[in-house]
């Protein structure tokens, strides 16, 4: 009976998972949306054009409107006055969506501990994969979304039930060592010169 | 395109009730990074711009202040993140000044070749992105070509294809090899036909030359009070290249014409970055074929210029000279005094305004970003273009977004 | 910059400076030289008529305005130095131009009526020393949010901020 059916479908019926074949539709045509702040859009744009040519990895559909998009790959350091747009661009985007952290900036702050930059994106938004490096290669940058591929395929689900679970923030804590100078300053003779509460 | 609208836009602030107000980014692919401009729309004219930046401002000059001169070219590279090495050469050019220091004959011609690199690596990332903005994908796919063969001489120089940190006070970080040689001299001898398909590709592309001709077209005068420089300046008629006027490292000793034009409009400043491309070319090729033989450090910069690796790891003298530029207690003092001190950037004219206070670090370092400059002036240029416009204009004056918001 | 040494750059120069004295008469301008770099201190109660006399002798181009906060540079008995940093477009003459200003009043004429270049870098002194320029067309910040407080590159103001930077919302990948 079984070789029966076998001879008359062939290869033409498969058996799966629902949540295994949306994943696997999804990993493979992911749409980036390149929110390219800095240095790392170069290399971005290095990744897509004609040398390393991202498209033979099935996800070179750049789209600028985060309403087309389910990848957002976060290149370049992120300040202050720019967090807010990102974040928003961000809670723009349409499920199922994931975030890459390209370079040092995206991922820590970098180079640039100062004042006016964001220390790492993931401290205000989640992120999925992070690239290191100043700026990454274009190799990288491919090898991330590959990585990014195999997540969603391991552990993707059709109604995005995996995200369900990471309601707690992702990066580091808030309580860092700088934050801990300013409560010192603030016990101490500079008192009258905070302006803003250094806990949140 | 309705020329008569062009000549004669009523810009009267008693029209202005009924306009439109768009917001043109941070986030939108012709900003490239992160612009935002707030345009007053009559229709499809741009009655008024206003730019807002600031939305990459990351504390560069904070940053100068805590970190020495060697140490802060670091920084500096990742502020014209298109052309690198050119802000390196520009900020040691000013602590050189500073510091008077007299470089070498070689380290100034490998210098000035990575400096007239760097000018084909802007205006080719330039010109491709504007036309991949107005429409073209092609030619941004012949520009990245030849920018990521720029890059390898870059790695193979410095170890790094895009930061290179390559510059140290007084000096370079590495010698250059022979193999390094022959991989310029063999980009020199092809970029002519690269130059002949990219440039037939678009200058005398159709579509692209109307929609850059007499479009943001801006006056000799605007150009001077407004303090446009670089292309920006030449496209409208201010004859003016710092390699020429100041000549700094070792532009003296090469035969190269200053590319001007008297157009003003977004096509002028394309034309020129065209033909500054070939005068770079004809640089790099005159400097690679002259490249002195000898050190790179210059004897008499003492305690500011770095020791050859082999020396450091092989004798004690090397070892201890190597330890005096590093630590901050024994390192070379600057003058208490301030420069200012300028090159020619592909963007136009990178000054620094350094103030020494007696140690190894700047007390102030202040940048003067071509960009800033050119981007204030942009409200002038569109007013009275149509909205398809602002794309070209843009493109034309080549916005830096960390170099202009630092 | 080593080029200026030459003659006609330093004879230019005396002219310049034959001119701005007539021209400035009653005003003491400083001036001094550093690795031929031509510096003139004007007072900053006369600066708007010095710019003017600047540009009237031909310096046409406004190629830099920035600031120095003086606090920590020993020596001085002045809070904050502005700087001009000017140029002969046709000549290629140099020159910078320098005040001083002290804290309770930190207010100086804008220098937008001379050269119109001035717009965006008075704005950004301002955003980043809070140094008031009176009669500017559009005077507010340039490049940090209207809600920042503080001049950061003022020397009292530390590297790492007071904390700006951590103040945003948390969005975790459950709610968003």
């Known amino acids: 009976m079984a070789t029966q059916i076998n001879k008359q479908l062939g290869d033409n019926i498969f058996l799966t998972k629902l949540d295994a074949a949306a994943s696997w539709a999804r990993a493979n045509s992911l749409w980036p949306m390149p929110f390219a702040t800095a240095c790392c859009g170069i290399e971005l744009m290095s990744t897509a054009a004609s040398k390393h040519d991202l498209s033979r990895f099935g996800s070179e559909v750049m789209r600028f409107s985060p309403r087309q998009c389910d990848l957002m790959i976060v290149a370049g350091r992120v300040v202050m006055k720019m967090l807010p747009v990102l974040q928003r661009i961000w809670l723009q985007m349409p499920e199922p969506k994931w975030c890459i952290s390209m370079g040092a900036c995206a991922c820590t702050g970098g180079v640039f501990d100062t004042y006016a930059v964001v220390q790492g994106i993931d401290r205000f938004m989640p992120v999925d994969v992070y690239v290191p490096g100043c700026p990454p290669r274009p190799e990288q940058l491919i090898r991330s979304i590959i990585d990014l591929q195999e997540k969603i395929q391991s552990g993707g689900t059709v109604n995005a039930r995996e995200f369900k679970l990471r309601i707690l923030p992702e990066g580091p804590a808030r309580f860092d060592e700088d934050e801990l100078v300013r409560i010192r300053e603030r016990n101490g003779f500079k008192l009258e010169d905070q302006k803003y509460d250094p806990v949140h | 395109m309705p020329l008569e609208l062009l000549d004669s836009p009523d810009l009267d602030a008693n029209k202005r009730e009924g306009l439109w107000t768009l917001n043109f980014g941070p986030q939108h692919p012709a900003t490239h990074t992160t612009l935002r401009l707030v345009l007053q729309l009559d229709g499809e004219m741009v009655m008024d711009a206003e730019p807002d930046i600031g939305f990459l401002h990351s504390g560069f000059e904070k940053l100068g202040e805590v970190l020495d001169f060697n140490q802060y070219v670091t920084i500096v590279d990742r502020m014209n993140y298109i052309s690198p090495m050119a802000n390196e050469i520009a900020w040691h050019h000013a602590v050189e000044t500073l510091l008077g220091i007299e470089l070498t004959p070689r380290c100034k011609y490998i210098r000035t070749i990575f400096a007239e690199l760097m000018r084909l690596h802007d205006h080719l990332l330039c010109l491709g992105t504007c036309v991949l903005d107005l429409g073209g994908a092609t030619a941004f796919m012949y520009a990245f070509n030849e920018r990521e063969t720029i890059y390898e001489i870059c790695e193979r120089a410095s170890g790094q294809r895009f930061h290179t940190s390559y510059t140290r006070v007084g000096g370079l970080l590495y010698d250059v090899t022979d193999d390094w040689v022959a991989m310029v001299k063999d980009f020199v001898r092809k970029f002519p036909k690269v130059y002949r398909d990219f440039s037939g590709l678009v200058m005398k592309n159709r579509i692209f030359v109307e929609r850059t001709r007499d479009v943001g077209i801006l006056s000799r005068e605007e150009a001077i009070a407004g303090g446009a420089t670089g292309p920006v300046a030449r496209a409208s008629g201010v004859a003016r290249d710092l390699r020429r006027d100041e000549p700094y490292l070792a532009y003296d000793d090469f035969d190269f014409d200053v590319c001007a034009s008297q157009g003003g409009d977004c096509y002028a400043r394309f034309q020129v970055r065209m033909m500054e491309m070939l005068e770079s070319i004809k640089i790099i090729e005159q400097a690679i074929d002259k490249l002195p033989q000898g050190p790179i450090f210059a004897a008499d910069t003492g305690k500011a210029g770095m020791p050859d690796k082999k020396e450091v790891y092989r004798s004690i003298e090397g070892l201890i000279h190597h330890f005096e530029s590093i630590m901050p207690n024994r390192q070379m003092q600057a003058p208490k005094e301030s420069v200012y001190a300028a090159t020619e950037s592909p963007n136009g004219e990178l000054g620094y305004y350094i103030v020494g206070d007696g140690s190894f670090r700047a007390y102030r370092a202040r940048t003067r970003p071509p960009s800033l400059m050119h981007f204030a002036l942009f409200s002038k240029l569109i007013r009275g273009c149509m909205l398809s416009d602002v794309v070209a204009v843009l493109g034309s004056i080549n916005i830096i977004a960390a170099e202009l918001d630092r | ?176």
């Open chain 3, 1 to 176: 910059m080593a080029n200026q040494s030459t003659d006609p750059k330093s004879s230019e120069i005396e002219t310049v400076k034959l001119r701005l004295s007539e021209l400035l008469s009653g005003i003491s301008l400083d001036w001094s030289e550093f690795r031929n770099q031509t510096r003139v201190i004007c007072p900053a109660a006369e600066l708007l008529k010095c710019l003017k006399a600047f540009k009237a002798v031909g310096f046409d181009q406004l190629t830099d305005l920035t600031a120095v906060d003086l606090l920590e540079y020993g020596n001085v008995n002045d809070r904050f130095e502005v700087v001009y940093c000017l140029l002969n477009v046709d000549s290629g003459l140099r020159l910078i131009a320098k005040t001083y200003l002290n804290e309770p009043d930190l207010t100086i004429p804008s220098a937008t009526s001379v050269w119109f270049g001035a717009d965006w870098p008075e704005r950004e002194v301002y955003d980043m020393y809070g140094i008031i320029f009176a009669g500017h067309p559009n005077f507010k910040r340039l490049l940090l949010p209207d809600e920042f407080q503080s001049f950061p590159l003022r020397k009292d103001y530390p590297v790492k901020g007071r904390g700006e930077r951590h103040n945003f919302p948390v969005i975790t990948r459950a709610e968003s």
